[in-house]
């Protein structure tokens, strides 16, 4: 059984720093197409950054300012936020596992998620 459990997210005002994180269990974060999303309140889930085949691909919206990474011995990924906005209030989502039938940007793309945390910037 796959899990993806999330947290690290809160309140900061902005241009402050945040650290999520998303811990697997049932499913290898080293070997894996992994990412994280967001949603906003009455918006659609985004992709935020994508981590697949060898390459990392961010989203326009968070260039330089976000960074994946993840740790092996703790089957862990990250998502480092630095510089954050108040448009980048919205719960954070990781995802797991493409299923290869639409692009690696799209929410119906993966076959896990984690539950979400929420992170709140104020200005």
């Known amino acids: 059984q796959v899990q993806l459990v999330e947290s690290g997210g809160g309140s900061v005002q902005a241009g402050g720093s945040l650290r999520l994180s998303c811990a697997a269990s049932?499913?290898?974060?080293?070997?894996?197409?992994m990412g994280w999303f967001r949603q906003a309140p009455g918006k659609a889930r985004e992709g935020v950054v994508i981590d697949c085949d060898g390459r990392t691909t961010y989203a326009n919206s968070v260039k330089g300012r976000f960074s994946i990474s993840k740790d092996n011995a703790k089957n862990t990924l990250y998502l480092q936020m630095d510089n954050l906005k108040p448009e980048d209030t919205a719960m954070y989502y990781c995802?797991?596992?493409?299923?290869?039938?639409?692009?690696?940007?799209?929410?119906?793309?993966?076959?896990?998620w984690g539950q979400g945390t929420q992170v709140t910037v104020s200005s």
């Open positions: 995802a797991a596992d493409r299923r290869r039938i639409a692009t690696m940007w799209e929410v119906l793309e993966y076959k896990y």
């Open positions: 049932g499913y290898t974060v080293s070997s894996s197409c």
